[in-house]
C-alpha cells in the first residue's frame, strides 16, 4: 500500500495497526462506564426490596409519579449517566480531568447511598441530605464536564432535573 511522507495511507489516515479481534480502546471505555453504573444501579436494586409498597404506603403529595414509572426513567437516566462519563473521558482518557471524574464519582456513590437511606432504613432525613448533595454533586460535575464535551454535559441534564423532582417528593415524606 502506498503511504504519504508521514506514513498515512492515502486520505490522511493512519492504518489501524490492531489484528482481527482486537477491542477498539473508546469500546472498552463505553463498556467500563456502563459497567460502573450498572454497579451503582444494582446496589439501589438491592435495598428496594420492597420498595414498591413502601412507597404506596406513604403519604405522597398528588404530583407524586406512580411507582411503575421509576424503573423506566432510571433505566434511560443510568444509560445517560454512562454515556456522557464516556464522552467526557474520550478526549484524551482521564489525563487533566481528575477533579471531573472525582465529582462524577461523588455523584454515583450519593445516587447509590439514597436507596438504603430511603427504604432500607427509613432515614428520610438522611435521605433527604444525600439527595439534596447528590443533585448539587451532578451540577458540579456538568459544570466540570462541559470543559471536556458539551454533549456530556447535557446528558446530565435530564438526571439534575429528575433529581430536582426526586429532592422536593423526598421533602414531603415524613
Avoid at 439501589?44 to 421509576?70: K, V
Avoid at 482521564?94 to 471524574?101: H, L, P, T, V
Amino acid at each position: 500500500m502506498m503511504r504519504d511522507a508521514r506514513g498515512r495511507p492515502p486520505g490522511g489516515r493512519r492504518a489501524d495497526r490492531r489484528g482481527p479481534g482486537t477491542v477498539r480502546p473508546d469500546v472498552l471505555g463505553l463498556v467500563g462506564f456502563a459497567s460502573v453504573v450498572v454497579i451503582v444501579a444494582s446496589i439501589g436494586g438491592l435495598f428496594a426490596t420492597g420498595s414498591r409498597s413502601t412507597y404506596a404506603e406513604l403519604d405522597l403529595p398528588d404530583w407524586a409519579p406512580p411507582g411503575w414509572l421509576f424503573g423506566p426513567v432510571w433505566l434511560v437516566l443510568y444509560a445517560l449517566i454512562a454515556l456522557a462519563g464516556w464522552l467526557a473521558w474520550r478526549p484524551g482518557g482521564f489525563r487533566g480531568k481528575g477533579a471531573s471524574f472525582l465529582l462524577y464519582g461523588v455523584q454515583l456513590v450519593l445516587n447509590a447511598a439514597w436507596t438504603p437511606l430511603f427504604f432500607a432504613a427509613g432515614a428520610y432525613e438522611w435521605a433527604l441530605a444525600d439527595i439534596v448533595l447528590l443533585w448539587w454533586a451532578i451540577l458540579a460535575t456538568m459544570l466540570a464536564f462541559e470543559t471536556h464535551s458539551r454533549a456530556a454535559a447535557l446528558l446530565l441534564l435530564p438526571y439534575l432535573v429528575w433529581v430536582g423532582y426526586a429532592t422536593a417528593l423526598t421533602a414531603t415524606v415524613q
